[in-house]
């Protein structure tokens, strides 16, 4: 199975006008994926919460660029730190939903998928008084088994998802789908995909658009990817998590898999995201959504039949992703 989509209206969009995405996956540093083993969600109560003076630092960072971001907030972390979201709903910035648990989309049965971006969506609209309308899983977990899960986004009133990875990576990952902004056509209609930017070398596609690629890799291929997007007048989708602005986190896993995904590079993390911002031009998603001239795609039938339909539901899985 293969998920195809509509590239969006790249002929329309001249080159220097390009505006990529500025995303956050707004989370603490125990929520991360490469901790995921170490800290049992029991615990999250109990651990010190640092979220809010490094989330504080992107903010700061944004407003001297004078760039609107996306923030996926996490749904447990809003109800904990409300003051924190509305702070950023205050900056202008979109708030977007990063489910409630921080649960790959792949351990969830579909009615606890739908509880959890219902949940986070209401909660999050509550905070700060505008539709959530844009998704973003843990792990960026929506994978070529999980299209169930952008039926029910829709259904729930999503109009674009951000979780669809389109690389091959260990445990995540989707080649083969986009690596531009897309719509994906579903049987019961059709929602915008946003994968964060690729590098292409010899017909592969290469992470680069954030997280540990952006601290670890060397910053000119970072700067490729987004480059790239433009030359091919698209946005490219960039993201980042506060914890890795913060350099004085407790280390809590040494593996050398742990120390390079989560505390390599962390002290570059600030310096790369001022040039990085200085370079490109940055803009929330929801700008990008909310254009004039995306709204054609959506009502022409030039939306291709992109993913095949799915009879059925995965059965329930156990919850691996608690441990
Ligand atoms: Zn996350």
Known sequence: MHL???????????????????????????????????????????RESRVDESTDVLLKLLDEAAVRGTFFVLGWLAERRPGLIRRIAAGGHEIASHGWAHRRV?????????????????????LCGEEVVGY??????????????LDILMEEGYLYDSSVFPVRRPGYG??????????????GGAILEFPPATLRVMGVNLPAG????????PEG?????????????????FYIHPWELDT??????????????????LGRTEGRLRRLLGTFGFRSIRETV????????????????GLENRPGLPSRPGRPGLR
């Open 4 to 46: 195809e989509g509509q590239a969006t209206n790249r002929e329309e969009m001249p080159a220097r006008m390009i505006r990529h995405h500025f995303t956050v996956d707004v989370e603490e540093y125990f929520h991360a994926a490469a901790l995921e083993p170490w800290v049992s969600p029991h615990e999250w109560g109990s």
């Open 136 to 149: 973003r899983a843990p792990n960026f977990s929506i994978g070529p088994h999980q299209h169930w899960a």
């Open 248 to 265: 004085g986190q407790r280390i809590l896993a040494e593996t050398p898999l742990v120390r390079l995904r989560h505390y390599r590079g």
């Open 221 to 237: 291929l970072v700067h490729r990817a987004f480059e790239g997007a433009q030359r091919r007048r698209v946005p490219g989708t």
């Open 210 to 217: 954030g997280g540990a690629y952006f601290r670890t890799l």
């Open 106 to 126: 792949e351990t969830l049965h579909p009615l606890d998928f739908r509880e959890s971006i219902r949940r986070s969506k209401r909660c999050l609209e509550d």
């Open 290 to 305: 909310s254009e004039n001239e995306l709204q054609p795609a959506i009502r022409t039938s030039r939306i291709p039949e």
């Open 174 to 187: 989707y080649p083969g789908a986009p690596r531009d902004p897309a719509w994906v056509k579903r049987p």
